[in-house]
Every structure is written in structure tokens, then in C-alpha cells.
């Protein structure tokens, strides 16, 4: 199982737009790679520790704990990052 963290915090529209780009990416996955991704949303305004970290950079994916990337995702690199990790 790959897990993808998204890291952001409400009314954020760049985190909006991760999401989405997330959520299209999963989509368009052969079904037994998306099947193996478990994806968890995190907000930095429920942990401090998370928000001293990444506070400047949200969003953040995180791919099985790494950093994938912040600010925006790019479709093509989440697709060819979760098709290695599975």
C-alpha cells in the first residue's frame, strides 16, 4: 500500500486545487495502482507540529512519508511517482 499525505489547511485555495489535482490523477490510474494508494489529509490547523513544519509550503504531498512536493502539484510527476511506488 503506498499512503499519500496531503498537508494543507481549510480555505486554502492552492490546497483546494492539490486536492483536485489528487483526486484527478487517482482517477485516471489503471484500477490496481489506484486501489493500492491510501490517500490521508492532514491540516496543519489541528497539529502544531505540522504547521512549524510546513506552514510556508502548503499544500505538501507526501509520498509514504518523502516529500513529493508543496505548493502545486503537477499531475504528470504524482502520476509517475505512484505508478513507482507501487
Known sequence: MTQL???G???CHLCD???EV????LAELPDETADRVEVVE???ADDEELHAQWWEKIP????DGRLHGHWRVSPDRLRDA???AS
Not at 489528487?22 to 490523477?25: G, I, S
Open 5 to 7: 499525505t496531503l498537508i
Open 9 to 11: 489547511k481549510p480555505d
Open 17 to 19: 486545487v492539490a486536492r
Open 22 to 25: 489528487v483526486d484527478q490523477v
Open 42 to 44: 492532514r491540516s496543519i
Open 60 to 63: 505538501v504531498v507526501l509520498i
Open 82 to 84: 505512484l505508478v513507482a
